[in-house]
Structure formats: C-alpha cells, structure tokens
C-alpha cells in the first residue's frame, strides 16, 4: 500500500496518496504504536502529502510532530531529524511564517553540510529552502547565487532532467523573474516547462507551476496573448486537478486576473481578483502575505477605476516548487 501511495505521489495525484497514507498511518499507530519509527515515517509522508495540497495547517501539526519524536528518539542531528526540520520550515515558509523557517533551516544546513557532507539532498533542500528566506528578505544577489549553486549541484549529481534538477531550475528562473532579468528566467522556464511535460506529465502540478510561472512571464514582457493562453490552462488545470481552493490554484486566478487588467478587460480582472481574495481569505486567514497581496492589487485597481493615482504594489507572487 505505502508503494502505492508513493506512486501516487510522484504522480502528482496528491488525494489518492493522502488517502493510503491515512490507511498506513493509522495501520501502523496500531500494530507497532504511536513513536514507533515507521509510524513516524509514515506520519511525514503524510504531512508532505497534505503540504503539497496547501493544508498547511494540518502539514504543520503532523510535522511538528514527527519533528519531536524524532528529536526525543533519534537524537537531534540524526538524517532523519533533520528531514524532519527541513519539512516543517518547508510548510512555515508556504505559511508565511519566515521567521520561524529561517531559524529552522540554518539548523538544518550547518548540521547537514557538517554531518552528511555538501552534496547530499538534504543540504542542498536546505540551501534552496534558504534561497525562498533570502528572496522575501529582498536579498536578490545572495538568493541568485545560493540558487545557482543548487542548480549546478543538482544538475551535477542527479542529471538534467532529475525533477530535484528541474525544481531548481524553476527556483532559479523565479529569482531571475523578481530581478527583471525577463529573458533570462524566459529562457529558464521554457526549458522547465519542455522537460516537465515530457518526465512528469502535461497534468503533473509542477508542470502547472511550470506553465503559470511562464505565463507570469509572458505578461511582463508585455506577450500579452501567450500569457492569457498559458494563464488559462494553467488555471483550467489546477481547478480541475488540485481543487478551486488550493493555493496554486488562487494563484493562477490573480495571475489571469493581471493579464485581463493589462489588456483593459478591467471589470472581469477585478472580479476574479475578488474572487480570488474571498478564497484566500478563507483558505489562508487575513493576515497571510498572499492574501494581503491580492488584497493590495484590488485597492490599487479600485482606486485607479475611482479616479485615484496607482498604488506600487508588489508583483503576482512567481511560485517556487
């Protein structure tokens, strides 16, 4: 069954992995009991599992969890252990909760570069984990150059088209795309998006982030007309394969919302804009950076459309995997 599940994940198709992994989990609680190893293990899948379906909250309290335990059996500079961290500032980071990932993740580095060497996954997880920490602290020059290193690693010892490679390669672009440097990042995603199609597949969610990304792109180089295109299959997809809440989802909804309001189809951008704040709003909470975001792009709008001058607002977030 945890075959399966695993199956099902590398697929993509969260739901039906979550659903086995529930099975495990609550086979192994009973059979070998609550702090046994593989029940911790299985606790994490979990926790990834509900994290890649942006049920953060849940994602957060199981890995918290797994993060104890492990620290209490395992010792606190065990691999497993620091898995463990490096999966819960993953979910503090989706959260919006930087601080606390921060913390988390130079832990998780200094231990991993001492004990497993630079070159093992769980440094180089930590190090383009970091990159996400560096990016919303504005430090653009240290996040392109931790991200370019994870990129060369990765593509050194996993390959070019391993998908630990290709989500480096969509990190790398994502931070070229915050610096301006449009062709660059154009030239990043296309290859993302080719090899994504072809190793995981046209309805795989990273091939989606891999095309909204493009989209988001397209529109700043003012390729209005590919980025609608991109944009709308991107959104059509998510809706259909992750749920018209999940976060990718809402994200594809500001995403073509900007598009239409930069091709002067102001009323329905604010209304999906809208729509997409509602959504977030519930999904989220007020006071996630997303939701303020969105919020922020429909004052401005309004504002415009009332009379008042345009407000700077922070760009459509460009997704990291």
Do not use: C
């Not at 046994?36 to 890995?63: C, I, N, V």
């Not at 593509?155 to 998908?163: Q, Y």
């Not at 709308?232 to 239409?260: F, G, Q, Y």
Request: aromatic fraction near 6%.
């Amino acid at each position: 069954m945890i075959h399966l599940a695993a199956t099902f994940w590398q697929q993509g198709k969260y739901a039906q992995a979550e659903e086995l992994e529930i099975q495990v989990l609550e086979g192994s609680q009973r059979i070998l009991g609550t702090k046994h190893p593989d029940t911790l293990t299985a606790m994490a899948s979990l926790a990834l599992t509900f994290w890649r379906q942006g049920k953060y909250d849940q994602a957060e309290e199981l890995g918290a969890q797994v993060l104890e335990e492990r620290k209490r059996i395992l010792g606190t500079e065990h691999p497993d252990t620091l898995a463990a961290m490096a999966n819960l500032a993953g979910t503090f980071l989706l959260q919006g909760k930087y601080d606390q990932a921060k913390e988390l993740l130079a832990q998780v580095l200094d231990r991993s570069k001492r004990i497993l060497g630079t070159e093992h996954p769980y440094t180089l997880l930590a190090m383009a984990n970091l990159t996400v920490i560096f990016w919303h602290q504005g430090k653009y020059d240290q996040t392109e150059e931790l991200g370019a290193q994870v990129l060369a690693e990765r593509k050194r010892i996993l390959g070019t088209e391993h998908p630990d490679t290709l989500t480096a390669m969509a990190n790398l672009s994502s931070i070229f795309w915050l610096q301006k440097k449009h062709d660059q990042a154009e030239e990043l995603q296309v290859q993302v998006l080719d090899r994504s199609k072809k190793i995981l597949g046209t309805e795989h969610p990273n091939t989606l982030l891999a095309m909204a990304n493009l989209a988001l792109t397209f529109w700043q180089q003012g390729k209005y007309d590919q980025a609608e295109e991109l944009g709308k299959t991107a959104l059509d997809m998510r809706r259909k394969i992750l749920d018209s809440k999940h976060p990718d989802t809402l994200n594809s909804m500001k995403i073509l919302a900007t598009i239409w309001y930069a091709k002067g189809d102001i009323d329905a951008a604010i209304d999906l804009m809208v729509q997409a704040g509602n959504l977030q709003t519930k999904a989220l909470g007020h006071n996630h950076p997303d939701t303020i975001n969105t919020q922020e792009w429909i004052n401005s709008w309004k504002g415009v459309e009332e009379g008042s001058a345009p407000k700077a607002v922070n760009d459509v977030s460009h997704s990291v995997i």
